[in-house]
T-cell receptor, first 114, second 110 residues
Framework: DTEVTQTPKHLVMGMTNKKSLKCEQH?????MYWYKQKAKKPPELMFV???????INESVPSRFSPECPNSSLLNLHLHALQPEDSALYLC?????????????FGAGTRLSVL | DAKTTQPNSMESNEEEPVHLPCNHS???????IHWYRQLPSQGPEYVIH???SNVNNRMASLAIAEDRKSSTLILHRATLRDAAVYYC???????????FGQGTRLTINP
């Protein structure tokens, strides 16, 4: 099973709402990632969790708050977002094995901020 | 972040081979070359990776130049399902992250 599951698939929220994106994998991977992808652009890394600890934060605004409750789950909590935060949010996981490491991606959550 | 250069777009015909080039002239001796692709409305998908020698798997082949300053992803017999954006990425030593460039948008004609 090489599946990374993201929920919900689509999300519409207002600028004052609080919502969460969820990501789950059961491949025993110890690294998990959040990427943001705007339309017609490549994915951009936001956060990396390694062994359930935050190892990389690419200077993401605090209105995005990641959480890794256990090695299989990754959440992204959203609060007071702006319309320009509308994008496809991708989750990925990997074994965390260095340069030969392979990342497995979910299908993403398409977020619209009104 | 190590940089790669790819053509913005390429077009090929179904059942013909496709050669997708990537230049990475600043590659260091320990960087791995990874290829991912992203089909419409999906997340990126791993295709293949290599260090120095040519590599084959069920999806594609990776040909790496002797000086490692360029590489070519080869799809041996393209199908309509291979239409996607293909990303060539250098994975540097000690780095967990993938840095995606603009990629090549591959169109396959029936």
């Amino acid at each position: 099973d090489t599946e990374v599951t993201q929920t919900p698939k689509h999300l519409v929220m207002g600028m004052t709402n609080k919502k969460s994106l969820k990501c789950e994998q059961h491949m025993g991977h110890r690294a998990m990632y959040w990427y943001k992808q705007k339309a017609k652009k490549p994915p951009e890394l936001m956060f990396v969790y390694s062994y359930e600890k935050l190892s990389i934060n690419e200077s993401v605004p605090s209105r995005f708050s990641p959480e890794c409750p256990n090695s299989s789950l990754l959440n992204l909590h959203l609060h007071a977002l702006q319309p320009e935060d509308s994008a496809l949010y991708l989750c990925a996981s990997s074994q965390n094995r260095g340069r030969g490491d392979i990342q497995y991606f979910g299908a993403g959550t398409r977020l619209s901020v009104l | 972040d190590a940089k790669t250069t790819q053509p913005n777009s390429m077009e090929s015909n179904e059942e013909e081979p496709v050669h997708l080039p990537c230049n990475h002239s600043t590659i260091s001796g320990t960087d791995y070359i990874h290829w991912y692709r992203q089909l419409p409305s999906q997340g990126p998908e791993y295709v293949i990776h290599g260090l120095t020698s040519n590599v084959n798997n069920r999806m594609a082949s990776l040909a790496i130049a002797e000086d490692r300053k360029s590489s070519t992803l080869i799809l041996h017999r393209a199908t309509l399902r291979d239409a996607a954006v293909y990303y060539c990425i250098l994975k540097i030593q000690g780095a967990q992250k993938l840095v995606f460039g603009q990629g090549t948008r591959l169109t396959i004609n029936p």
